[in-house]
């Protein structure tokens, strides 16, 4: 069965252990700014929200490339950029409405969650339990598919 | 089934695969009128600023793609469609009946009247071919007049710059991008070229182009003219519908086509830069971006195939990157009667922010030099997700729109 990270935000301290484990993993360096996974501080509430990509199905990012470097991982199901095709036009960074691709200047390429080749660093890295990756079945993605279902230009057949 | 498609570019190859899923049994034929592979028009610059070789613009790597799918590519242009006989006339004198059609034949450059666009050393950037010719003048300290500082006028001015030419931009606009910039957004994008080294021109007109010696002389309507070895011709794109003249295809700017991508006539469909479909932000319009062209190649493929698929409308949106500053626009930035705007501007970092409302819904936005999680700008359009509260909080700090979106549909 496909496993897809599922987080909790209300188990997450903000210890921003899964970016510098992503960043690393990645990019070789510890460095949140270079990470594929970014916790969100909400200040005035006491409140963290870790987000990456879903993976989801209607790939606008891989669609969006003009020189196919967005292909679909088989093994994890993950939507993988290939470094050496992209050319860094960056047209997945605005298709993406999750706005999980983003360009990485110092590479000129965009970077987004690849699911670590099914062994994904931050799930790993995460002490409290607030990014665990299961059983796509589990993950209860209903909100952001109901996301993605509202913002699909019309993709899928109505029959 | 017998598919025809008319044009290769990504609307085109799109269909052809979505109908080869979507009907394993059907003929498709797909017909390109330049002599390469499928190829991204897109992946141009990057060509020019040798970041890829000509094989890394191609649409697809595979070797075999097509004819492993049993896709028909055939290098050839349509001459004529009739849409009572259901058939394509060829330029090489063949006919090809379809049962479905899609017109898929993009845009190609508009050449302003101006006298000396025809010499030697003036070129559009537009196909590969383009991009040999440019690529054998734009030596390094060259001399090149870019003509037009529109969206793919700015995109081409990196890879120019890159290949350590002396340039100069004219444009006829006051403002650099006027389609997708304000006068604030562009005036910082203007001294951000000046910064890098480039001469830009705005509100000139290029008057005429005359051969002097080895080279060209491009005169202006204000100013001196200015010497050059290499004029690229960037002055905007047009739907390319000439050849259905006579076909009982309905056309304005682009085929117009409803929810389907269905034209007026039953059977013929149009996808990408040619056609003129259902706008998100309202009515109908031709919006030549690339996601666009793969959701109308997707779903007239679809509807050709006989699974009704609706289309929600495209969403005009860019983003661009001009000599390393990047810039995003989308949807209505140019806002509603009665709407409201939020703006953040960091002059002296090329920073800068603008949100347009619509009551409580964000309906259109600008932005120069951010491009962390941007595409959430898109979902929060699209979506018409009410902002509540956050609107308040948007309107003091722009920047915070990631978090509105976290706030209001993820979180």
Not at chain 1, 47 to 69: G, I, K, M, N, S
Not at chain 2, 182 to 190: F, I, P, R, S
Request: hydrophobic share 40%.
């Amino acid at each position: 069965m496909q496993k897809s990270l599922l987080i909790d935000p209300g188990k997450c301290t903000g210890c921003l252990q899964c970016e510098l484990a992503c960043s690393y993993d990645n990019e070789g360096v510890f460095n949140p700014a270079k990470s594929r996974i970014k916790v969100f501080n909400f200040h005035d509430q006491g409140r963290f929200v870790p987000y990456t990509c879903t993976q989801c199905d209607e790939a606008w990012c891989l669609h969006a490339c003009p020189v196919e470097a967005i292909t679909v991982d088989r093994a994890s199901g993950a939507k993988v950029v290939a470094d050496d095709i992209c050319v860094g036009c960056k047209v997945c960074t605005i298709a993406c409405p999750f706005g999980t691709v983003n360009y990485n200047q110092s590479t000129g390429k965009v970077m987004k969650c690849d699911l670590c080749g099914g062994d994904p660093e931050c799930a790993k890295a995460c002490p409290t339990g607030a990014i665990t990756y299961v059983d796509a079945d589990w993950t209860g993605l209903e909100r952001m598919r109901t996301w993605a279902a509202k913002t699909d230009a019309g993709q899928r057949a109505t029959a | 089934m017998k598919y025809v498609i008319a044009g290769a570019g990504p609307a085109g190859v799109i269909a052809a695969e979505t109908l080869r899923k979507a009907d394993p049994e059907g003929s498709v034929l797909m017909i390109g009128d330049e002599p390469e592979p499928p190829y991204a028009r897109m992946a141009i610059p990057y060509l020019l600023a040798g970041d890829i070789g000509e094989k890394g613009t191609y649409l697809r790597k595979s070797k075999n793609h097509y004819k492993d799918l049993r896709i028909d590519y055939l290098q050839d242009r349509v001459k004529k469609v009739s849409a009572k006989q259901r058939e394509i006339v060829l330029d090489g004198g063949g006919r090809r009946a379809f049962d479905a059609l899609l017109i898929a034949t993009g845009a190609t450059p508009i050449k302003p009247r101006v006298p000396g666009l025809d010499l030697p050393g003036v070129h559009h950037c537009w196909t590969l071919a383009d991009a040999r010719a440019i690529a054998k003048r734009a030596k390094k300290g060259a001399d090149v007049v870019l003509m037009g500082a529109g969206f793919i006028g700015c995109i081409i001015l990196e890879s120019l710059l890159s290949r350590g030419v002396t340039l100069t931009v004219v444009e006829m606009a006051e403002r650099m991008v006027p389609r997708m910039m304000n006068d604030k957004a562009a005036a910082m994008l203007k001294r951000w070229c000046a910064a890098k080294g480039v001469a830009v021109k705005t509100g000139t007109k290029v008057t005429k182009i005359e051969k002097s010696g080895r080279g060209l002389t491009v005169h202006l309507d204000r100013g001196k003219p200015v010497a050059a070895s290499l004029v690229v011709v960037a002055a905007g794109v047009k739907s390319n519908v000439g050849f259905l003249d006579g076909s009982g295809v309905k056309v304005k700017q682009g085929v117009v086509v409803d929810d389907r991508l269905q034209s007026s006539a039953p059977g013929i469909f149009a996808a990408g830069d040619v056609a003129e479909g259902p706008d998100f932000s309202g009515g109908w319009s031709v919006h030549a971006i690339q996601p666009t062209a793969a959701d109308h190649g997707r779903i007239a493929a679809l509807n050709m195939a006989g699974h009704p698929a609706r289309y929600k409308g495209s969403l005009a949106m860019n983003v661009l990157d001009t000599a390393g500053l990047i810039s995003a626009s989308f949807g209505r930035w140019d806002g509603v009667k009665g709407g409201d705007f939020a703006e953040a501007a960091d002059k002296a970092a090329y920073r800068y922010i603008r949100l347009a409302f619509d009551g409580d819904r964000l309906i259109g936005a600008l932005a120069l030099g951010l491009t962390d999680h941007v595409g959430v700008i898109r979902g929060l359009i699209q979506t018409g997700v009410a902002l509540g509260d956050w609107k308040q909080k948007l309107m003091s700090d722009p920047h915070r729109v990631m978090d509105a979106y976290l706030a209001r549909a993820y979180a």
